[in-house]
Nanobody, 128 residues
């Protein structure tokens, strides 16, 4: 299993942007599906976005569609989550996750138990 490390979180005002990174070690991400999730103390971990191994397929939760963009560079073993027009309700710990088995459906990508590896998370706080 690959090890994942997120970075790029921080404090931003509403309407601002952040770019989260997720770097992998201990293996190559090129064949993995990758997802981003977020969690708060009062909400279960929820799906945010995902990207297929070839980057041709991307998936988003309705709450972030049009504001967030997921991308990857397999040569750099890195996946990013560009977050624009941030709102206080986007405040959460953000996690990246990797799945080795092929998947082509958002119904699978959005499941927490569909992933083999998880990062430790990076905190995003959006002030109003």
């Amino acid at each position: 299993q690959v090890q994942l490390v997120e970075s790029g979180g921080g404090l931003v005002q509403a309407g601002g942007s952040l770019r989260l990174s997720c770097a992998a070690s201990g293996g190559t991400l090129s064949s993995y599906g990758l997802g981003w999730f977020r969690q708060t103390p009062v909400k279960e971990r929820e799906f945010v976005a995902a990207i297929g191994w070839s980057a041709r397929s991307t998936y988003y939760a309705d709450s972030v569609k049009g504001r967030f963009t997921v991308s990857r560079d397999n040569a750099k073993n890195t996946v990013w989550l560009q977050m624009n027009s941030l709102q206080p309700e986007d405040t959460a710990d953000y996690f990246c996750a990797a799945r080795a088995a092929p998947v082509y459906s958002i119904d699978i990508f959005r499941r927490v138990d569909a992933y083999d590896s998880w990062g430790q998370g990076t905190q995003v706080t959006v002030s109003s």
